[in-house]
């Protein structure tokens, strides 16, 4: 049985559907004996999905604001 260390490392390819079937299988068995590694695994779901709406809103209604960012990182290089 994998420890919340291991699950917690695992916890973005898990997500990603990176992890092999048995892996998925021994975090899966993990998640449902384990409150903290459900409340990370929430957790982590939250942020990655708040990340890709902020994303997504900032590349549809706000292009010039892109604009920007693109030109300040290529002004860093
Ligand atoms: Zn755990």
Redesign the pocket.
């Known amino acids: 049985m994998?420890?919340?260390?291991e699950?917690?490392h695992l916890a973005t390819d898990h997500l990603e559907g990176q992890c092999s079937l048995p892996t998925r299988l021994k975090i899966r068995l993990?998640?449902l004996?384990?409150?903290?590694?459900?409340r990370?695994r929430a957790h982590l779901l939250l942020s990655r999905r708040t990340a890709a709406r902020l994303a997504h809103e900032l590349w549809t209604e706000q292009p010039q604001t892109v604009a920007k960012i693109q030109q300040a990182l290529k002004n860093n290089k």
């Open positions: 994998l420890n919340c260390k699950v917690s993990h998640l004996i384990c409150r903290h590694c459900r990370f």
